[in-house]
């Protein structure tokens, strides 16, 4: 089960409602070995594309080593879907390369009025998705 706070959950939708109609991406990161999301880190989408997502190499590699010095690591990895629904496509499995990482994604259809705002997450190891339940916290 992923635990987050509300404020964390407002920020990852806001983020994603922002970008539409583009995907949005990003990660929140806590300290290595709680599985606690505490520090909010958006993204660029390199892409900048309503339909895939990609984060810049140069960002990325920025962000591995301050999650380094600062002894965290992802504990969820999240993008947006534009246009389809909250479930992630055989290229987000193909880049699930976080096993200990939640992997949230959040539909903005309902923005085009093409489907109804969700807001899931999964584990994704070795190809296979697991869906699990997402519970909203005032605080830890």
Known sequence: MLTLTQALYDRIVEHARRDHPDEACGVVAGPAGTDRPER???MLNAARSPTFYEFD???LLKLYRDLDDRDEEPVIVYHS????EAYPSRTD???ANEPGAH???VSTADADGLGEFQFRSYRIVEGV???EEVQVVTDY
């Open 40 to 42: 909010f880190v958006p």
């Open 57 to 59: 190499s140069k960002d």
């Open 81 to 84: 879907h534009t246009a389809t």
């Open 93 to 95: 499995v193909t880049y």
């Open 103 to 105: 992997y949230v994604l």
């Open 129 to 131: 998705i697991t869906e």
